[in-house]
């Protein structure tokens, strides 16, 4: 029997097929394994099925040595040597499909909630109650509908924003490392332009792009500069993706109007001064945690695993880093 050895232990409802037809070792206790208890028994299994922030670098592959398959928990695999595991014979395999819809969601609520200070307001009702200055001039927001959406990478995610967008009433365009056909391209009714093209008609431009070493810092400095005075940034995508520190001068010197960001360049946990800003609304990398997203991504990697083995089900594979 195949044995398949899971990093944490959580959402056990979407592994049930899988413990039917092979041995899963999951941690006891309520701790996820750590790396160094991974290292001890990663030679006696078949498949190893990560989280998304532990590492799976090239040291624990070739102590795997009957590893087949690596079933990331996790849309993004840069936790994964997916190069070296590639070059190895092995197989890796993410979980793109129940993330899109959730991800897209944060990113609209982020966009909406920036826009009209929805977060601002309840929290300046909570600490100053009847302090609070309630004019008809004094919490004005900006317009949303018929407002232009730049989308950078419009693959599922921005996709699926893009549908939200147009449903708002905005004009979508985007930039992507291929235009998209013409059939698609129609069907989202979106516009490609160049990326500074993007920057200087958008009024909200969103992140949609996965992290490579191209995408890193694909907002800077200079893009910035390039954005409208009235713009705002989302970032649901990956925090590195910005660089915070350009991103805070931005918006401390009004360069930009404001921020939307569900994750963040240096981990867990925004940079202090952003905690600071009225015009930044901050949420902990959110974008898939409902129930019902995280027991589906748990589905998907019971169903890589199963497809891969069994060869009766379509398998999420990562051809390349």
Known sequence: MKKILVTYDMFREGFVELEH??????????????????????????????MFDF???KVLIDKGTKLQLIANYAVGYNNIDVAYALGKGLTVAN??????????????????????????????????????????????????TGATLGIIGMGRIGKALCKRARACGMDVIYHNRRQLDLNEETKTGAMYVTMDELLEQSDFVSINAPYTADTHHVIGKEELKKMKQTAILINTSRGPLVDEKALMEALQTGEIHG???????????????????????????????????????????????????????????????
Do not use: W
């Not at 959730?102 to 300046?124: F, G, H, Q, S």
């Not at 940079?271 to 589905?299: C, F, W």
């Open 21 to 50: 037809k092979y041995d899963v070792t999951f941690p006891s206790g309520d701790k996820d394994f750590t790396y160094e208890e991974i290292m001890d028994i990663i030679h006696d299994y078949d498949a190893l099925c990560p």
């Open 55 to 57: 590492p799976v670098d």
């Open 95 to 144: 979980t793109p499909g129940p993330t899109t819809d959730p991800t897209a969601n944060i990113a609209l609520a982020l966009l909406l909630d920036t826009a009209r200070r929805v977060t601002e307001c309840d929290r300046k009702l909570r600490i100053l109650d009847t302090k609070m200055k309630v004019g008809v001039l004094e919490n004005l927001g900006m317009q949303v």
């Open 259 to 321: 921020a939307g960001l569900d994750v963040f360049e240096f981990g867990d946990h925004p940079s202090p001064e952003l905690l600071e800003m009225d015009n930044v609304v901050l949420t902990p990398h959110i974008g898939t945690q409902t129930t019902y997203s995280r027991i589906e991504i748990a589905k998907t990697v019971s169903n890589n695993v199963i497809g891969f083995f069994e060869n009766d089900r379509p398998v999420s594979r990562v051809l390349h880093p």
